[in-house]
């Protein structure tokens, strides 16, 4: 039998994620440190309330700084629907969703709904390529990364391995 992979198999297991009560300007700033391109919003509980991408927070982050540290990241993503998937579903439906819905990734979550880790169109294509996803190895997904005020800075490395603080 052709058992297919699942998507713990392929997903980050540990995004960085943010708070709904939290700015618009700290998105950018754990968006940019992070480098990641889609940051998965959680509430209290821990449940996925959306996902942010890249782009979007680029246009809405083009406000003056003193409105964006006003403006919450609940205001970006409580007006439309959140489209995930679960640690168990096979790989193929959630390549399916992601090319439905337009998506280039979909929070993973548990029963509960609860973030447990995130599957970008990046992981799928390293997978299918065979190239390794930095994804946690199969097992118990590690908590996802919430929101630190305290995230080290993002570095950038010229030609002669200089590091750029």
């Given at each position: 039998m052709n058992e297919q992979p699942v998507v713990r198999s392929l997903m980050d297991a540990a995004p960085y994620a943010i708070s709904e009560d939290e700015s618009v300007l700290m998105a950018w700033e754990i968006m940019e440190r992070s480098g990641?391109?889609?940051?998965?919003v959680v509430r209290g509980d821990g449940c996925c309330a959306g996902l942010l991408d890249r782009a979007e927070l680029a246009v809405?982050?083009?406000?003056?700084?003193?409105?964006l540290s006003r403006r919450r990241v609940r205001d970006l993503v409580h007006a439309r629907r959140t489209v995930t998937v679960h640690p168990e579903d096979p790989v193929p439906r959630a390549a399916s969703v992601m090319a439905q819905e337009h998506l280039d990734a979909l929070p993973v979550t548990?029963?509960?709904g609860r973030l447990i880790g995130l599957l970008t169109a990046r992981d799928y294509?390293?997978?299918?390529?065979?190239l390794p996803s930095g994804?946690?190895?199969?097992g118990q997904a590690a908590p996802a990364r919430v929101t630190l005020p305290a995230l080290p800075p993002r570095r950038a490395v010229r030609e002669h391995g200089i590091v750029i603080p």
């Open positions: 990641q391109r889609e940051l998965p809405v982050c083009a406000a003056a700084a003193t409105t548990d029963a509960h294509v390293a997978a299918a390529a065979g994804a946690e190895p199969v």
